[in-house]
């Protein structure tokens, strides 16, 4: 009788289901506000009550919903919150007598690409650290790109950070953006831009890669010493191509040329970096220390860039030239301290002080009121972002990755799970073992 030995039969079966959602799924499902959350699932985007939020919000909030529009976490300034309302931890711990501060960016993402990982969440972020010496003088100020570690109704961790700069009375604008899972990957790139007005006097453009292990270290993808990086809102182009910031000049009185009003940085999407020369355009009065641009969001086809001009007006620029259309303010808007963000629904919108929100019509160039309402209560001033002309705080949307298909479970189309059927050498077949990881 022949014998036929089979050693080793593996089968491995690797499935990949597309997740198929309705409508419009780039852009978060709603956005999170001190108190107030805009659903824009809905037919009509509607305002709702959250569970939980600060009586005096400083700085940002965000949350993160999955596929099914559930809450995992809510964050205002540094308090964690879990879907129930209750109080999941802090995102950093300050016990001294100034005030830490936090920039405008804060995102959420899912730590890996698929749900076979674990369903913790990353929160992305800088905080500006204030260290004072024994007699409350002289504190040493760090600016630090944090990354904190959430699992959802479970923990929240400092997971792990970069300083940026450092040094006493350190003064400096910094933004970051953060880009969709590189494909094929389960890395993100964060780029920070900063300038450091005070000591050494130095513009950067930084790339970090984030991965599930944590941060790497940063990548210069351009310094300069003559040019002012100050960025109030820092844009990431859905295809990770290119960068944008609009420059608030807090720094402009010490420096002669202030032609960069809008900067565009060009990226190569493969590597994340510097693709080309950097384009800055100067809008409206050339070379002027006093126009203050606060805020920036790119129309769907990348082709304009719809700024904020503090206190006066918000303006439609083509990115091909920099060339300038205000924007006809049809509802009485009348308050330009706003960043702007664009919703899955295709608008791009900017929130008054009273909590209305005000919308671009694209076609018509101007600036609309809508039938959302906040009230008051639900918008958040930024108090490290504040305006040079009038000194008020920046009123912040929560900030999202342009072109994420954040309605796909964890952030992406993949689900996956691993059949492994295995059969020990023997002369017959005597056990199918199978394994499922996900």
Not at 275 to 289: M, R
């Amino acid at each position: 009788m022949k014998h036929v030995k089979i050693s080793i039969i593996t089968i491995s079966l690797l499935l990949a289901v597309i997740v198929q959602s309705y409508g419009q799924t780039t852009q978060m499902p709603k956005w999170a506000f001190n108190g107030k959350q805009i659903d824009f699932t809905q037919s009509t985007p509607q305002v709702q009550n959250m569970n939980a939020n600060l009586a005096q919000p400083r700085f940002v909030s965000n949350a993160y919903y999955d596929n099914s529009g559930t809450r995992q976490v809510y964050i205002v300034d540094n308090q964690v919150f879990w879907e129930n309302g209750n109080l999941g931890g802090t995102l950093f711990t300050d016990n001294d007598q100034i005030e830490d501060q936090m920039t405008p960016e804060l995102v959420i993402t899912p730590k890996e690409s698929t749900i076979c990982g674990d369903g913790e969440y990353y929160a992305c972020y800088i905080q500006v650290q204030y260290e004072p010496d024994s007699k409350a003088e002289n504190p040493m100020v760090s600016y630090k790109l944090k990354v904190s570690d959430i699992v959802p109704g479970t923990s929240v961790s400092d997971f792990d950070f970069e300083t940026i700069l450092s040094g006493i009375n350190m003064g400096a604008n910094i933004g970051m953006a953060v880009s969709d899972f590189v494909p094929g990957t389960n890395n993100r790139r964060i780029y920070v831009v900063y300038r450091e007005g005070l000591s050494s006097g130095i513009s950067k453009i930084l790339r970090y890669d984030l991965t599930p292990n944590g941060l790497s270290a940063p990548i210069t993808l351009a310094s300069n010493t003559s040019k002012f990086w100050e960025p109030a809102e820092v844009e990431l182009s859905a295809n990770m191509d290119n960068l944008y910031f609009v420059r608030p000049k807090k720094f402009a009185h010490v420096n002669g040329d202030n032609s960069n009003d809008i900067t565009i940085v060009p990226l190569d999407p493969a590597t994340g970096n510097l693709d080309g020369p950097i384009v800055e355009y100067d809008l409206e009065q050339q070379n002027s220390i006093y126009d203050y641009y606060i805020g920036i969001e790119l129309d769907a086809n990348e082709n304009y860039a719809y700024v904020v001009k503090e206190d006066e007006k918000i303006l439609k620029v083509d990115l091909s030239d920099g060339d300038v259309t205000p924007l006809y303010d049809q509802d009485g808007f009348n308050e330009f301290n706003t960043q702007l963000e664009r919703a899955r629904n295709g608008l791009i919108y900017a929130v008054k002080s009273n909590g209305v929100l005000y919308y671009i019509n694209e076609t018509y160039n101007t600036i609309v009121e809508s039938e959302l309402d906040l009230t008051s209560s639900g918008v958040i001033r930024n108090k490290f972002l504040y305006g040079n002309g009038s000194g008020n705080e920046v009123y912040i949307i929560p900030d999202q990755i342009d072109g994420c298909a954040y309605d796909d479970l964890f952030g992406t189309v993949e689900e996956c799970c691993y059949v492994d059927l295995y059969t020990p050498a023997n002369d017959a077949m005597q056990g199918v073992q199978i394994q499922i990881n996900g």
